[in-house]
T-cell receptor, first 108, second 113 residues
Framework: LAKTTQPISMDSYEGQEVNITCSHN???????ITWYQQFPSQGPRFIIQ???TKVTNEVASLFIPADRKSSTLSLPRVSLSDTAVYYC?????????FGAGTRLTVKP | ETGVTQSPTHLIKTRGQQVTLRCSSQ?????VSWYQQALGQGPQFIFQ???????GRGNFPPRFSGLQFPNYSSELNVNALELDDSALYLC????????????FGPGTRLTVL
């Protein structure tokens, strides 16, 4: 599975849009790109998954360029409760490998 | 619908002891994965069980073993505990083996003294 690289931390303010970009240079043809969110002392929670182009759900959008070597998670109008660690992963047949994640801090 | 549950919540053991952690998967899910998460790190994949058979393993020694039962609940066993085994152990279930969305339990916090 491809190893992912993402920023260690990011800061934002309430009401702003946050974009977290992840690189996965060695992604394989069968890999999906998945993002999880984790709050302290809880298990990770699935946010969104995509293969290419754009995917949107009620929580976030995921942008994947044609070469699939990166992906961007977009969180619209963040609130204080969005403060968490965000992980991007390449996933194949339910095999998931987490990196260190991006610690997002939303300030008032 | 009941989510993924894990027991116990917290556990303290001493070096050299053995421990068994338990996980009940979400209803209808036949695939269970176990992860170890050290403080400040992302979860590290230990192994996955699909229909009672091990279906993939991460870079963990054989003293980490597991079981999956006919009702798809699962156990993680760790023998000869070491101080570095102190971590949050997470269980995640999935609808089926080739389905990429996993549902995580709250974890078991293991402290080895």
């Amino acid at each position: 599975l491809a190893k992912t690289t993402q920023p260690i931390s990011m800061d934002s303010y309430e009401g702003q849009e946050v974009n977290i970009t992840c690189s996965h240079n060695n992604i394989a043809t069968n890999d999906y790109i998945t993002w999880y969110q984790q709050f302290p002392s809880q298990g990770p929670r699935f946010i969104i998954q995509g293969y290419k182009t754009k995917v949107t759900n009620e929580v976030a959008s995921l942008f994947i360029p044609a070469d699939r070597k990166s992906s961007t998670l977009s969180l619209p109008r963040v609130s204080l409760s969005d403060t968490a660690v965000y992980y991007c992963l390449s996933v194949r047949n339910n095999d998931m490998r987490f990196g260190a994640g991006t610690r997002l801090t939303v300030k008032p | 619908e009941t989510g993924v549950t894990q027991s116990p919540t917290h556990l303290i053991k001493t070096r050299g002891q053995q421990v068994t952690l338990r996980c009940s998967s979400q209803s209808g899910h036949n695939t269970v994965s176990w992860y170890q998460q050290a403080l400040g790190q992302g979860p590290q994949f230990i192994f996955q069980y699909y229909r009672e058979e091990e279906n993939g393993r991460g870079n963990f020694p054989p003293r980490f073993s597991g079981l999956q039962f006919p009702n798809y609940s699962s156990e993680l066993n760790v023998n000869a505990l070491e101080l570095d085994d102190s971590a949050l152990y997470l269980c995640a279930s999935s609808l089926r083996q080739d389905y990429n969305e996993q549902f995580f339990g709250p974890g078991t916090r293991l402290t080895v003294l």
